[in-house]
T-cell receptor, first 110, second 114 residues
Framework: AQRVTQPEKLLSVFKGAPVELKCNYS??????LFWYVQYSRQRLQLLLR??SRESIKGFTADLNKGETSFHLKKPFAQEEDSAMYYC????????????FGTGTRLLVSP | KAGVTQTPRYLIKTRGQQVTLSCSPI?????VSWYQQTPGQGLQFLFE???????NKGNFPGRFSGRQFSNSRSEMNVSTLELGDSALYLC?????????????FGPGTRLLVL
């Protein structure tokens, strides 16, 4: 079964502190992994995908197949990073079915 | 390019009624996916349409249906509404080529069933 687990509902940090949002997945095969973000009053949007190996807004995520994890990290959090973050997986290339985690709300305080 | 649009943005219905939601994808995108978002269940996949054909389906009852038109616009229909159908319904469109795995989401239609 496909499953994405985000263990933290809320992560609260101070500006400048490192951030790690955890994501673990269950999938028998090679999934595509994504992080989506939803800022206040905005629509859900892609932050990054593992296949791109990009750093977006200072965030990175490494796919660890051994631990089946795809944690999102940023060395220095900014107040504008406050948002809802969703980890998601897609099981088959070209078939647009995303399985989402329950989301983690990141709150960055000044 | 204009983003994904959804109409209406808000709806109030009563139990037993049926409802139709509309989604216009980004120009040139041929795949449209639908999701239901609730506080209890989170984001759940409903179905996906590509070139007017349902290509993938989630675990929802048959009361939930959809279709796609030749211009890639999509509609979803929920018949015999139940209180538990109250949710935010999101649609997402996907293009082809380098960003073929990126889904672009609309603002959603918030449905309240009384």
């Amino acid at each position: 079964a496909q499953r994405v687990t985000q263990p933290e509902k809320l992560l609260s940090v101070f500006k400048g502190a490192p951030v790690e949002l955890k994501c673990n997945y269950s999938y028998s095969g090679s999934p595509e992994l994504f992080w989506y973000v939803q800022y206040s009053r905005q629509r859900l949007q892609l932050l990054l995908r593992h296949i791109s190996r990009e750093s977006i807004k200072g965030f990175t995520a490494d796919l660890n197949k051994g631990e089946t994890s795809f944690h999102l990290k940023k060395p220095f959090a900014q107040e504008e990073d406050s948002a809802m973050y969703y980890c998601a997986l897609s099981g088959r290339t070209g078939f647009q079915k995303l399985v989402f985690g329950t989301g983690t709300r990141l709150l960055v305080s000044p | 390019k204009a983003g994904v649009t959804q109409t209406p943005r808000y709806l109030i219905k009563t139990r037993g009624q049926q409802v139709t939601l509309s989604c216009s994808p980004i120009s040139g995108h041929r795949s449209v996916s639908w999701y239901q978002q609730t506080p209890g269940q989170g984001l759940q996949f409903l179905f996906e349409y590509f070139s007017e054909t349902q290509r993938n389906k989630g675990n929802f009852p048959g009361r939930f249906s959809g279709r796609q038109f030749s211009n890639s616009r999509s509609e979803m229909n929920v018949s015999t509404l139940e209180l538990g159908d109250s949710a935010l319904y999101l649609c997402a469109s996907t293009g082809q080529g380098a960003n073929s795995e990126t889904q672009y989401f609309g603002p959603g239609t918030r449905l309240l069933v009384l």
